[in-house]
C-alpha cells in the first residue's frame, strides 16, 4: 500500500483503501461495499461507497503504480504482455457498458459487461496491468446515457476492443516498460492495424488466428488449414507450451515461412497439433530478428496466463463482483482488485524463489489468499487449526502432482 499511499490527499481515504483491499482478499461469500464495510468494522457502508464515488483520488494514477510494482516485482527478460477480454453478466440496462454481447465467461449472448484487459506475464508470475472497458455503440451514440453514467459525451468516442488493446500497449511501452512478446487471441490475431503497430514498436507478437484466414507464402496466398496439411511429416516437433496441472502440456508443433507484412523482420505461421485428440491452432507470428521455433512455442504457451489471472481475481480479489452503475467507481473497483491480486501473485513469487519443505508443493495464490484471509484476532487454537489444513492441503497436491506427472511420463 505504500506505493499508491500519495495518490490519496487525505488520511480517511488513504486509511480506507488498505480496508477496502484488505476486504477484497477476505474470506467473504459476496464482495461489495456493504460486505466488505462490515468485515472492516464499520459501521454503515458509506465510507466505502464514498471512496469509490466521490473521493478525490486518480484511479488511472493508481493503475500506474500498480503497473510499476508488477514490473519490478515480476519482471524479467521474458515478459510477454497478453491482451484479452473478459464479460461480467449483468442484470438491467443501467450499468456502464452493459448490453446483449458475446461475454467468454457466459460462453454465449448475454446481457454483460465486457472489459479488455493487459496482462504481464513472465516465469515468476502473471498479474494485470491494465484495463479498459468496453463501451458498444448503443453506448457511445447516446449521450444522454452516458451522462446518466458518469461519462461525459464529448470525450468518449467508439472504440474496438483491438483499439483498447492498442492503447494499452501504448501506455505499456511509453512508460518505459519492455516487454519483447505480445499475443493474443483470434480477436487481436485477426486485425491488421494491431499487429502493424506492435510490430513497429520493435515487438514481436504470436496471435492466434481462425483456420479461414489467408496468408502469403513464397510460394502462393493459402489458407493456414491448407498451409498445415502441407507440412510434410519431418517438419513437426513435440514441445511442450509449459507446465500444467498434470505436466508439461506437449503438442507437435511447426512453423511455415511467410511473406514478412512488416518494413523489416521474419514472420511465420506456427501451428499446434494434439495428438490425442486431433485438435489444432494457428498462430501468426513476427519477430525483428529469426528466433528458433522453441521460442514462438513458449509464447504461444504463455496466453493461457490471462485465463489464470481473469480466474483468480474474480475467485480471490472480487474482480467481477462490483455493484457499481457509473463508471468512475467501476475504474476504482477494477483497480483496486487488479492491486490486490497482484498483491497474491507476488508474495506467490517471492516465495517460489525458496524451495519449499519436502513433499509440499510451493504456495499458490488460492493458499495465500486462504492464510491472508485469518483474522488478527482468530484465537490460536483455531489459527493452528487453519494452518494444519493448509500443510495438509499441500502435501495432498504434492502427491496428486507426482502421481500425474509419473502418468503422463509413463504414456508419451
Same mark, same amino acid.
Given at each position: 500500500?505504500?506505493?499508491i ?15 477496502f483491499?484488505?476486504?477484497?482478499? /477476505?474470506d467473504?461469500?459476496r464482495k461489495?461495499?456493504?460486505t466488505? $464495510? ?6 454503515? &457502508?458509506?465510507?466505502m461507497?464514498?471512496?469509490l464515488?466521490r ?6 494514477a493508481?493503475r500506474?503504480?500498480l ?13 510477454? *504482455?497478453?491482451v484479452d477480454?473478459?464479460g ?5 440496462n /443501467? ?6 454481447q458475446y ?14 484487459y493487459?496482462?504481464?506475464a ?5 498479474? #494485470?496491468v491494465d484495463r479498459?472497458?468496453?463501451?458498444? =455503440?448503443?453506448? %457511445?451514440?447516446?449521450?444522454e ?10 470525450e468518449?468516442r467508439? /472504440? %474496438?476492443?483491438?483499439q *483498447? ?6 501506455r ?6 519492455t516487454?519483447?512478446w +505480445?499475443t493474443?487471441?483470434e +480477436?487481436?490475431?485477426?486485425n491488421?492495424?494491431?499487429?502493424s ?5 520493435g515487438?514481436?507478437?504470436?496471435? @492466434?488466428v ?8 513464397? +510460394? ?9 496439411r502441407?507440412? !510434410?511429416?519431418?517438419g513437426w516437433?513435440q514441445l ?7 505436466? &508439461?502440456?506437449?503438442?507437435?508443433? /511447426?512453423?511455415?515461412? *511467410? ?7 521474419t514472420?511465420?505461421l ?8 486431433g485438435?489444432? #491452432? ?6 525483428? =530478428?529469426? +528466433?528458433?521455433? !522453441?521460442?514462438?512455442?513458449?509464447? @504461444? ?7 489464470e489471472?481473469?480466474?483468480a481475481?474474480k475467485?480471490?480479489?472480487?474482480l ?5 452503475r ?6 476504482r473497483?477494477? %483497480?483496486?482488485?487488479?492491486? $490486490?491480486?497482484?498483491?497474491? #501473485?507476488?508474495i ?5 524463489r525458496?524451495?519449499?519443505p ?8 488460492n ?5 491472508f @484471509?485469518?483474522?488478527a ?7 493452528d487449526?487453519r *494452518?494444519?489444513w493448509?500443510l ?5 497436491q504434492?502427491?496428486?502432482?507426482d502421481?500425474h ?5 509413463a504414456?508419451?
Amino acid at each position: 500500500m505504500e506505493r499508491i499511499a500519495g495518490r490519496f490527499a487525505r488520511s480517511e481515504p488513504r486509511r480506507r483503501v488498505g480496508k477496502f483491499v484488505r476486504g477484497l482478499l /477476505a474470506d467473504l461469500p459476496r464482495k461489495n461495499c456493504w460486505t466488505i $464495510a462490515e468485515w472492516a468494522g464499520e459501521a454503515t &457502508p458509506d465510507g466505502m461507497q464514498h471512496l469509490l464515488e466521490r473521493a478525490k483520488w486518480d484511479a488511472d494514477a493508481v493503475r500506474d503504480d500498480l503497473r510499476e510494482y508488477v514490473v519490478d516485482r515480476l519482471g524479467t527478460e521474458q515478459a510477454v *504482455l497478453v491482451v484479452d477480454e473478459t464479460g461480467d453478466v449483468k442484470k438491467g440496462n /443501467a450499468a456502464v457498458g452493459v448490453q446483449r454481447q458475446y461475454g467468454g465467461t457466459a460462453g454465449r449472448i448475454e446481457n454483460s459487461q465486457v472489459a479488455v484487459y493487459l496482462v504481464h506475464a513472465t516465469p515468476r508470475g502473471h498479474a #494485470a496491468v491494465d484495463r479498459e472497458l468496453y463501451l458498444p =455503440r448503443a453506448w %457511445t451514440d447516446d449521450p444522454e446515457r452516458c451522462r446518466r453514467a458518469g461519462l461525459e459525451p464529448d470525450e468518449v468516442r467508439f /472504440a %474496438t476492443k483491438t483499439q *483498447l488493446a492498442a492503447a494499452m500497449l501504448e501506455r505499456f511501452w511509453a512508460g518505459g516498460h519492455t516487454a519483447g512478446w +505480445v499475443t493474443g487471441d483470434e +480477436v487481436y490475431g485477426g486485425n491488421p492495424a494491431l499487429l502493424s503497430m506492435i510490430a513497429t514498436h520493435g515487438r514481436g507478437y504470436v496471435m @492466434a488466428v481462425s483456420c479461414r484466414t489467408e496468408l502469403h507464402t513464397p +510460394v502462393g496466398k493459402f489458407r493456414v488449414d491448407v498451409l498445415m496439411r502441407m507440412v !510434410p511429416r519431418r517438419g513437426w516437433q513435440q514441445l511442450s507450451a509449459g507446465a500444467g496441472a498434470k505436466g &508439461p502440456r506437449c503438442y507437435d508443433w /511447426a512453423a511455415v515461412d *511467410l511473406i514478412p507484412t512488416h518494413s523489416a523482420g521474419t514472420c511465420q505461421l506456427l501451428i499446434r497439433r494434439n495428438r490425442t485428440t486431433g485438435e489444432v #491452432a494457428y498462430y501468426r507470428c513476427f519477430s525483428a =530478428r529469426p +528466433v528458433p521455433l !522453441p521460442a514462438l512455442v513458449r509464447v @504461444a504457451g504463455t496466453r493461457w496466463r490471462v485465463e489464470e489471472t481473469f480466474q483468480a481475481g474474480k475467485g480471490l480479489a472480487g474482480l467481477d463482483e462490483h455493484q457499481v452503475r457509473r463508471h468512475t467507481p467501476w475504474l476504482r473497483w477494477v %483497480t483496486l482488485a487488479m492491486l $490486490a491480486h497482484a498483491f497474491l #501473485a507476488v508474495i506467490r513469487a517471492d516465495e517460489h524463489r525458496e524451495h519449499p519443505p519436502a513433499g509440499l508443493i510451493p504456495l499458490t495464490c488460492n493458499e495465500i489468499q486462504r492464510l491472508f @484471509a485469518l483474522p488478527a484476532a482468530y484465537p490460536n487454537d483455531q489459527r493452528d487449526h487453519r *494452518l494444519r489444513w493448509s500443510l495438509w492441503r499441500r502435501r495432498h497436491q504434492a502427491r496428486a502432482r507426482d502421481c500425474h506427472y509419473r502418468r503422463r511420463e509413463a504414456t508419451t
